[in-house]
């Protein structure tokens, strides 16, 4: 008897390594259930509603088989708007995940476990991911029965749906641990999110915009990721394809690091 | 005690509690208070104090749809015989602000009060059936028309109007918004959750907002899909919304009127005997 009270005693603390494998895993499950769980509203209704801004942008702009950038107007402005969805919902997976556990209260449940503010950002962000390409996946579907689509360069395709995910992901990461309600964070999709995917050259080249506003354009970093994701499907590019890599990666670097220090000095997350 | 007794008589008992003091107040046919309060206090209120949220997101969201198609699309030609194609797409966009502002309204706020279970605060006080939808729908309708009235003095500086036909433009944007408030009113009695919510939104609202002839005229669709569009209410009240501003539509603005009128009413009826019946609201 007394023998196994004190074995029981004894137990031993599970040591972890140099990376929770287990607490990461763990993390990053529960952000992929939480949109799972809800896939009308999570890839469904962006599917729809993509599809059908396709329908009507066709209808409205593409009469008369106009072309744009050497192709038929649809096939243009399909790639922009799976880019368009892929944003979108990466954005809001990560912000909404923090700000809800934030107004709830139980955001103290990811912050107790024995996760690193690398490891958090990291976990969360590949849910916001997972959920970006899920949805791209499923809108190129939708749209590759109504449109022809081509796939040019499938290495530009992943590379800028997988960074552009990335991206929004820790955008909305910033956006939500920044927000004190929701109305924070629908502030910062109407007026930040929103304008920047609208203004970025996914319904129009920006060549055909005046020059003073091409020089603007340039600035955007989602004009780079919609147009090298857009190369990838009909090879034609309207800005510098290696700049575009770069930005992608060096802009996604200093976020992550942002994020970083966020998680790290628990900034609005720790009392 | 006033009035004469008769001598000797036993003074009638008095009630130990005058409970006819108690009995709230005559209303009269129409609980006149407590509709504005349910239309002020409980509908409008809420959504300005939210107001960045509830004016500004649509204002933004509109005047970027608007300015895609006026930047990006120039020499695209007429949609109309001489209607261009912002012309013709701006009064559309407005609608549909007003048309979802109301909807989202009137079906996030019992949606919210379900979950919360707050809605029995309404239930439970001196107002019929009747009285609880029209504050609900009016409100809803209200918020969706201030929206929409933002949204056309943002678009006038993108485009110009020709002109201004205050009966069309009235009457056809009160009815739209009284459709989606009603619609908001059903959904948001029907949704249990978040989720049906968005589903109801996702599935319904966004495709007969975006397939209602707002973004491209009748003659533009496939041979196969024309006679689909008549069958969207929401062309009608686009339609004849349109008229107000350039003068010209596609189908007779009467015939959409009584449309509207029609089923407007219809969804009043069902709101309210749903109301009634306690649909979903009562254990």
Not at chain 1, 143 to 170: D, E, G, Q, R
Not at chain 1, 211 to 238: E, K, L, S, T
């Amino acid at each position: 008897m007394e023998h196994q009270i004190l074995s029981l005693s004894a137990t031993r603390v599970r040591q972890i390594g140099r990376v929770n494998w287990r607490g990461l895993w763990t993390l990053y499950m529960k952000e992929v259930r939480r949109f799972l769980n809800v896939f009308t509203q999570t890839l469904l209704a962006p599917m729809v509603t993509t599809l059908l801004f396709l329908a009507i942008f066709t209808l409205a702009l593409g009469g008369g088989g106009r072309e744009v950038g050497g192709v038929a107007f649809a096939t243009f402005l399909a790639p922009g708007l799976i880019m368009m969805a892929m944003v979108q919902n990466a954005f809001a997976n990560t912000s909404s995940s923090i700000v809800i556990a934030k107004v709830q209260g139980n955001i103290v449940d990811v912050l107790m476990p024995p996760l690193s503010a690398g490891e958090l950002t990291l976990g969360i962000a590949a849910g916001g991911v997972t959920r970006g390409v899920m949805v791209g996946l499923a809108v190129g579907l939708g749209m590759w029965i109504f449109v022809p689509v081509t796939v040019h360069n499938p290495l530009f395709i992943v590379y800028h749906a997988v960074m552009a995910s990335l991206m929004l992901s820790l955008l909305g990461m910033i956006g939500g641990i920044w927000s004190e309600k929701f109305d924070h964070i629908a502030a910062v999709t109407n007026f930040v999110i929103t304008p920047f995917s609208f203004l970025s050259g996914t319904f129009y080249s920006i060549e055909r915009l005046p020059d003073a506003w091409q020089v603007v354009a340039h600035f955007n970093p989602f004009f780079y990721m919609i147009d090298g994701f857009r190369y990838g499907f009909i090879g034609h590019a309207d800005g510098s394809l290696v700049l575009g890599l770069a930005v992608m990666a060096l802009f996604n670097l200093f976020l992550f690091a942002v994020t970083y220090r966020m998680f790290a000095t628990g900034y609005r997350l720790k009392p | 005690m006033s009035g004469r007794r008769a001598p000797g008589a036993v003074p009638s008992a008095q009630p130990l509690l005058a409970f006819r003091r108690w009995r709230p107040a005559g209303f009269g046919p129409v609980n006149w208070r407590g509709l504005w309060a349910i239309y002020y206090g409980y509908g409008v209120r809420r959504f300005l104090r939210f107001g960045l949220e509830t004016l500004a997101g649509p204002l933004v969201s509109s005047l970027l749809f608007l300015l895609v198609f006026v930047v990006g699309q120039r020499d695209l030609g007429e949609m109309l015989p001489g209607v261009g194609l912002t012309e013709f797409i701006a009064p559309g966009i407005v609608l549909y602000a007003v048309a979802y502002t109301a909807f989202q309204n009137s079906a996030a706020m019992i949606v919210m009060d379900k979950m919360e279970g707050v809605i029995a605060d309404v239930q439970m006080a001196p107002v019929s059936p009747l009285e609880i939808v029209s504050g609900f729908v009016l409100s809803a309708a209200s918020c969706g028309l201030a929206s929409g009235t933002l949204v056309a003095v943002g678009t006038a500086a993108l485009v110009e109007y020709s002109r201004f036909d205050a009966s069309l433009i009235f009457g056809f944007s009160v009815a739209t918004a009284l459709l989606f408030a009603l619609m908001g009113t059903i959904a948001g009695l029907w949704a249990e959750r978040w989720d049906h919510y968005g589903a109801v939104e996702g599935f319904v609202i966004v495709p007969l907002g975006l397939l209602s002839g707002t973004f491209f005229s009748v003659a533009r669709l496939p041979e196969g899909f024309r006679e689909w569009i008549y069958f969207n209410p929401v062309f009608y009240a686009v339609d004849g919304f349109r008229a107000g501003f350039i003068g010209q539509a596609e189908t007779s603005p009467a015939l959409g009127a009584a449309l509207l009128i029609a089923l407007n009413l219809a969804l009043a009826v069902v709101a309210w005997r749903l109301f009634a019946a306690g649909y979903k609201i009562r254990p």
